[in-house]
Structures are given as structure tokens and as C-alpha cells.
């Protein structure tokens, strides 16, 4: 069970499938190796709300600085933050999936990938505004997801899973 207060309302979703957490794994398994050595990809780590501790979001996969690893806290803030990853759920509604996006971009979060693995699509959005990002760019499976060079540079999206199918191989 995952719990998120996303501007003042509680959000409670199932644990993840196997084959979402298997989308998340394959995603910080590509990334790793070429993030800066500055960096590291973590998963359950929550960025807050600036200035609201009690209101954050707990991102599938988090980018941010590699000395997290030797903090007691269990938030990131929402600066610190290079990119946060969210691989969309089988359920999620468009309506929810809006909001988290412009609860990120109020954040401040400089960097957010949505992976839909309910139509094999990716969006990245950049340049975060008060309640919106300025800039995004989507794509399909397949292609290419164009990274800053610090964090790997174009991240793969060649074999990810899809929900409802068997995964190939």
C-alpha cells in the first residue's frame, strides 16, 4: 500500500503489480549506469510539498543526489529532485494522473517521465511553472526518452512492459 498527501488529499493506492514494479525496475536498471557520479536512482523516497511537509509525493523511481543515501530523513526536496518517475497504474484516471503532473510542477520538480503502460506511450515534461509544465515531449515504446547528459542521456524504452500482455522472451 502506497500513501500520498497530494495538496491536502490523502491517497492511499494497492501495492503495485509485479509487472508495474518489473517497469520500474528495468527503468532504474538503464538509467543507473549513466547517471552522473553525483547521483543515484531511488525508489520509496517522498519529496514534499516547499514549505508543507505534510503534503508530498511518493514518485515510483526519484533522481537526486547520491549523499541521500547517508541522510535519516525520508524526504527529498522537491529541488533536489533531477527527475521523479511515475509508471502509471492500470487504474489511474486522467483526472488523477493531471493533477500528480501540476502537484510536481508546483513542487518545483525539474524533471517528470510518466510511463503508460496502458498504451506503451512516455511523456517528459520539463520546465516546471506554478501549476504546469512549460515544456513536454512524448513518445511511444520504443523510443527514445531525450535525458540531460548527467543522467544518462537517452534512456531506452525498448522492452517495457505493457499491462494485460505476456512480457516477450
Request: net charge negative; no cysteine.
Amino acid at each position: 500500500m502506497s500513501v500520498e498527501i497530494i495538496g491536502g488529499t490523502l491517497l492511499m493506492s494497492p501495492s503495485p503489480s509485479g509487472k508495474h514494479a518489473g517497469i520500474i525496475i528495468d527503468l532504474r536498471d538503464a538509467i543507473r549506469p549513466g547517471l552522473a557520479a553525483s547521483y543515484e536512482a531511488f525508489e520509496n523516497v517522498s519529496v514534499p510539498m516547499p514549505g508543507d511537509s505534510d503534503d508530498y509525493a511518493t514518485p515510483d523511481l526519484t533522481i537526486g543526489p547520491r549523499a541521500f543515501r547517508d541522510d535519516d530523513g525520508w524526504l527529498l526536496d522537491a529541488d533536489a529532485v533531477e527527475l521523479a518517475v511515475e509508471v502509471i497504474s492500470p487504474n489511474e484516471r486522467l483526472k488523477g494522473i493531471n493533477e500528480k503532473t501540476a502537484w510536481y510542477a508546483a513542487a518545483g520538480v525539474s524533471l517528470l517521465l510518466q510511463i503508460d503502460p496502458r498504451t506503451g506511450t512516455w511523456s517528459l515534461f520539463g520546465r516546471p511553472g506554478e501549476d504546469q509544465y512549460r515544456s513536454v515531449v512524448h513518445g511511444k515504446y520504443g523510443e527514445e526518452v531525450p535525458l540531460p547528459a548527467e543522467l544518462g542521456g537517452d534512456l531506452s524504452t525498448v522492452g517495457l512492459n505493457l499491462y494485460g500482455t505476456q512480457p516477450s522472451g
